[in-house]
Structures are given as C-alpha cells and as structure tokens.
C-alpha cells in the first residue's frame, strides 16, 4: 500500500465527515495541531487515502495524538507513528474501504462534535460535498495546520475550494467557521455496467448484420457463378 496517497449502492453519507470526525476531538480541544486529511474516490465507490493526527510535543519521548483501527476493518488500515516539525501523533492508512468500512474507521475513534459538519452524497451522477467547520473558538491559531484534500474519479463541476483538475483542496482556518463544497459528476457503478451491457449487445448486432450481409453477398456470387446463368 503506497504511504503517500496523493493528497489528492448506497448513498454516499459522512464519508469526509467520519475521517475528520477522527480529529475534531484533539482539533478542538488545542489549537497546536496539524490534521491532515487525503482521500481519493475510486470509479467502484472506494475510498484510499489517509488521515494524519498529530499534537505539538515538547520532547521525542512524547506520543502526541495516539489512533489505533478498529478490528473491523483493520486488515485494511495500517497506523504508523508520525512526528515531523515538532508534531507528534498517527498517521492512518486505508485502502479501498467501503463507505460503511469507513463509518466503522472513523466512528470508532470519536464522534464528530456540532462545529463538524460533513456530508457526502449521490444524487444520480452528481456526487455532493458539503461542509462546514467551525473553529472559532480553538485556542493557539497560530500553530494550527488544518488541511482537507478529495480527489475525484469524474469532472469537478463546480467548488469554493482550490480546484487542481479532479482534485479539490481546503485549508481550513482557525478562528472563524469555514464552509466546504463541491460537486464532481460520474456514473454510478450499476450504471456504468448498464452501459457497458448495452454497448456490448449492440456490437454483438452489428456483427449480426455484418454476417447476414457477408452471407448473403456470397450466395448470390456463387448463384451468379453457376454455369449457364444468364448474366
């Protein structure tokens, strides 16, 4: 599993939600933190990606901000320690989780608190992100490192944050509520099996046709080719 994920049938709830609902707990409570979160969608309605934690620690003896995977889904997610630029803390690692898988990863560690509202969802080949943070009352802003990255297997349509192609990015400021969104247009995983059904039966009756008429074309050369035929 790559540990740099680019930072880059149901209804497609709480995913940014549940991954930073990991988080709010340590980001609310102390504004020295860095929260970091990479989530990539896949064409199949799968998720990678990662989710760093971490604290400002006044020694390397210090753990930081310590998450540990659910047995749920721990043969998908790997914690690693992380410590970089005097923060502390885990770094989570998933692939290809289910969206229930993610729910299970996430709400398992802690829930997200009322300044944390995320949603994700699909409505037909539109797929909706929505979100809001609320970090005005987090102490110590100037140490705070807030980031949410979310990249796309379609088009983004439409988003109030940095758009780099199918990747949309947010830096989240402390001290004031930040809202997120953005829309991404794809096919849904049945419906793109539909399509592919479709467009092979209508290959499959082109070839039909091109064997009927190949047929036909070569009865009447040899019915032409009979001796005595008047041509």
């Not at 340590?26 to 989710?51: F, I």
Request: proline share 6%; hydrophobic share 45%.
């Amino acid at each position: 599993m790559d540990a740099r994920p680019p930072w880059g049938g149901r209804r497609l709830k709480l995913v940014a939600g549940c991954l930073l609902g990991a988080v709010a707990a340590v980001l609310l409570a102390s504004g020295c933190v860095r929260a970091r979160v990479a989530v990539a969608v896949t064409p199949d309605d799968l998720v990678t990606g990662e989710v760093v934690v971490a604290t400002v620690v006044g020694s390397d003896q210090e753990p930081g901000s310590v998450l540990t995977p659910p047995p749920a889904v721990a043969s998908k997610v790997r914690a690693e320690p992380y410590r970089q630029d005097g923060y502390a803390g885990t770094r989570l690692l998933f692939t290809e989780l289910t969206f229930d898988e993610f729910s299970v990863l996430l709400q398992s560690v802690t829930d997200a608190p009322d300044g944390l509202r995320l949603e994700l969802r699909r409505a037909g080949a539109l797929v909706l992100f929505n979100g809001r943070v609320d970090l005005t009352g987090m102490p110590n802003p100037e140490r705070s490192d807030v980031q949410v990255r979310i990249s796309f297997p379609g088009t983004v349509t439409g988003t109030n944050g940095e758009q780099q192609e199918r990747t949309v990015s947010w830096i989240v400021q402390p001290g004031k509520v930040t809202e997120l969104t953005a829309t991404a247009r794809y096919a849904e995983p049945g419906s793109r099996s539909w399509g592919q059904w479709a467009l092979l039966v209508g290959l499959m009756a082109l070839l039909v046709v091109l064997i009927i008429t190949l047929l036909a074309y070569l009865s009447h050369r040899q019915f032409a080719d009979q001796p005595g035929r008047i041509r």
